[in-house]
């Protein structure tokens, strides 16, 4: 599967925005209600696990977890399909990952979809704002 590629497809099907970085690293804002948008990071690495490629989704929900009760965001990313909660450089992020060899296109744009929607979720709970 080629990650570039699918992202690439997904965007022009939902209409949202493609940039490609290079052939393991791409962006793609995805629209949401309200017009809102969130944009989610997409690009493959080896997994320090298993050594096999991975994808990796991503997107920005805070530029800091002071005030965030990270708790309470441990509890309910148990809830999500792909999806958890991850703290980085002081940033909360959502972030879903799988074996690239062995995701569908399917599962790929639904990963796109859930981090895009919960990242927008959860910065909107945190900041009141639409800032990623």
């Given at each position: 599967?080629n990650l570039?590629?699918?992202?690439?497809?997904?965007?022009?099907?939902?209409?949202?925005?493609?940039?490609?970085?290079?052939?393991l690293?791409?962006?793609?804002?995805?629209?949401?209600?309200?017009?809102?948008?969130?944009?989610v990071?997409?690009?493959?690495?080896?997994?320090?696990?298993?050594?096999?490629?991975?994808?990796?989704?991503?997107?920005?929900?805070?530029?800091?977890i002071?005030?965030?009760?990270?708790?309470?965001?441990?509890?309910?990313h148990?809830n999500?399909?792909?999806?958890?909660f991850?703290?980085?450089?002081g940033?909360?992020?959502?972030?879903?990952?799988?074996?690239?060899d062995?995701?569908?296109?399917?599962?790929?744009k639904?990963?796109?979809q859930?981090?895009a929607?919960?990242a927008?979720?959860y910065?909107y709970k945190?900041?009141?704002?639409?800032?990623?």
């Amino acid at each position: 599967m080629n990650l570039t590629s699918t992202i690439k497809n997904y965007a022009d099907q939902i209409g949202g925005t493609f940039t490609e970085y290079d052939e393991l690293k791409c962006i793609i804002v995805v629209p949401l209600k309200e017009s809102r948008f969130q944009t989610v990071l997409a690009y493959t690495e080896k997994s320090k696990v298993s050594g096999k490629t991975r994808a990796v989704l991503i997107s920005k929900v805070s530029d800091t977890i002071n005030g965030v009760d990270t708790h309470e965001l441990l509890k309910v990313h148990a809830n999500f399909d792909f999806s958890k909660f991850i703290v980085e450089d002081g940033q909360l992020k959502v972030v879903a990952t799988c074996l690239a060899d062995s995701a569908s296109e399917e599962e790929i744009k639904f990963m796109v979809q859930e981090v895009a929607q919960l990242a927008d979720q959860y910065e909107y709970k945190l900041t009141g704002k639409d800032i990623h």
